[in-house]
């Protein structure tokens, strides 16, 4: 079973804040992922890291950032929330040499 | 390029149906080929998964065959439950720009009645 938590569950926010989204695994992974999920269920990779200090940008393009300066932890920042970053946020993480990703049990924000 | 098509949904079953859920693949190379499930209001838990061609991956009554002949890994249930209402993602490991990467299908969601 994969120990991969993300905080808060829930979170609903006026426009403009700026909001960062915590993800941390206790698994030891070296990479980690952040995707967002439509309403219409597909995932889209957002930012990914394959170890400290390495970020990289994912499939789509988001106005969000990521930072990687624990292995354990993988955060996601957004500077000024917009009505448009109304979504769930789901991280995963994965070991070197493997290819299944362990997921958290996402965030689900809403921006008004 | 890399690409998982499954099945659209949403399907509608009664308990103790049949269930299959289609999908096929477009990739280079070998892909490791990956069922997850999404319980509501949760994250993705993996299902099952295949490595290889003819692999058979197995999981609470599901299983998937890989099939490199038809690029296909069907999602298969002899009898499902209302507990197993879900969404279900298809998904394939691939290599893009040096980056190792989970391709995902679009999601089929699936009702179970009792």
């Known amino acids: 079973e994969a120990d991969i938590y993300q905080t808060p569950r829930y979170l609903v926010i006026g426009t403009g804040k700026k909001i960062t989204l915590e993800c941390s695994q206790t698994m030891g992974h070296d990479k980690m992922y952040w995707y967002q999920q439509d309403p219409g269920m597909e995932l889209h990779l957002i930012h990914y890291?394959?170890?400290?200090?390495?970020?990289e940008k994912g499939d789509l393009s988001s106005e969000s950032t990521v930072s990687r300066i624990r292995t354990e932890h993988f955060p996601l920042t957004l500077e000024s929330a917009r009505p448009s970053h109304t979504s769930q946020y789901l991280c995963?993480?994965?070991?070197?040499?493997?290819?299944?990703?362990?997921f958290g049990p996402g965030t689900r924000l809403t921006v008004l | 390029g890399n690409s998982v098509t499954q099945m659209e949904g949403p399907v509608t079953l009664s308990e103790e149906a049949f269930l299959t859920i289609n999908c096929t693949y477009t990739a280079t190379g070998y892909p490791s080929l990956f069922w997850y499930v999404q319980y509501p209001g949760e994250g993705l838990q993996l299902l099952l998964k295949a490595t290889k061609a003819d692999d058979k991956g197995s999981n609470k009554g599901f299983e998937a065959t890989y099939r490199k002949e038809t690029t296909s890994f069907h999602l298969e249930k002899g009898s499902v439950q209302v507990s197993d209402s879900a969404v279900y993602f298809c998904a394939l490991s691939a290599t893009q720009g040096g980056s190792e990467k989970l391709v995902f299908g679009k999601g089929t969601k699936l009702t179970v009645n009792p």
């Open positions: 890291s394959y170890g400290v200090n390495s970020t």
């Open positions: 995963a993480s994965s070991a070197v040499g493997g290819d299944t990703q362990y």
